[in-house]
């Protein structure tokens, strides 16, 4: 069985409301493909899914039941041929020694479990449709080079870099691709905010990255739209670092 996807696809970004989200979506839409955004808050996903001119649905990634009815819904629309599990959380911070136990838990809920449910349905989905499709998951460089109180986080990512490597060998007999990019730090609208060019913080992260600066989110959606493509037929399992070179240092 091959991998091979059809010319026009139709893509499923979770967590599409989000800056790298919305990014992803646009690349997706300019190379010629149909787009679903999926995200919690109906009310933002919507709006960005207005803007992109692309579909959209409200889904809670932690919940199996809607995840399951969404896919079930999308089957009667055409289906989904790519996956981009690129819904996840950054809102804890703690050292290994402060950070509360349910905390962790939380971001874990999310990134992996959240992750591997949605892999689990698309799986079911595509095994249905006959097989072939495409994963990619958005991973993180932290996942491989850890920062002092980005450890919930960062182990959260490796495990997506974990699970990305386990779905693709069992999932390959049936034609489907896996694989992550993972990003340094990226420019979202977020990020801008909280470091603004010039700024102190935004300059000394600089200073980590031999290219010379963070990425932006359009450096991040060609590398999606890569490997989720007939051009990476023969590629699945792997995590590709889009991050200036900063593991390098």
């Not at 950054?90 to 290994?96: A, I």
């Not at 689990?120 to 109180?149: D, E, M, W, Y």
Request: glycine share 14%.
């Amino acid at each position: 069985m091959t991998s091979h996807i059809s010319p026009s696809r139709t893509a499923l970004i979770t967590g599409g409301a989000g800056g790298i989200g919305r990014g992803i979506a646009r690349a997706f839409i300019e190379a010629g493909h149909r787009v679903v955004l999926a995200d919690r808050d109906a009310e933002s996903v919507g709006a960005a899914a207005r803007e992109l001119g692309a579909a959209s649905i409200a889904l809670d990634i932690t919940d199996a039941g809607a995840v399951e009815a969404a896919f079930a819904e999308l089957a009667t629309d055409g289906g989904v041929d790519v996956l981009v599990n690129n819904a996840g959380i950054l809102s804890v911070h703690g050292s290994v020694t402060e950070l509360a136990p349910d905390s962790y838990r939380s971001i874990l809920e999310v990134n992996v479990v959240g992750t591997f449910i949605v892999t689990q349905a698309f799986a079911a989905h595509r095994i249905a449709a006959g097989g072939g499709g495409s994963i990619v998951n958005i991973s993180s460089i932290g996942g491989r080079q850890p920062t002092p109180g980005m450890g919930a986080y960062e182990s959260s990512k490796a495990a997506v870099d974990s699970v990305t490597r386990w779905a693709a060998i069992e999932l390959a007999t049936h034609g489907i691709r896996v694989n992550a990019v993972a990003p340094g730090p990226v420019l979202t609208p977020m990020l801008q905010a909280g470091m603004p060019e010039g700024s102190p913080a935004r300059e000394a992260w600089a200073r980590r990255i031999p290219l010379g600066d963070l990425a932006r989110v359009a450096d991040i959606a060609p590398a999606v739209v890569f490997l989720a493509g007939d051009g990476a037929a023969h590629i699945t399992g792997v995590s590709l670092a889009v991050d200036g070179g900063q593991l390098l240092t």
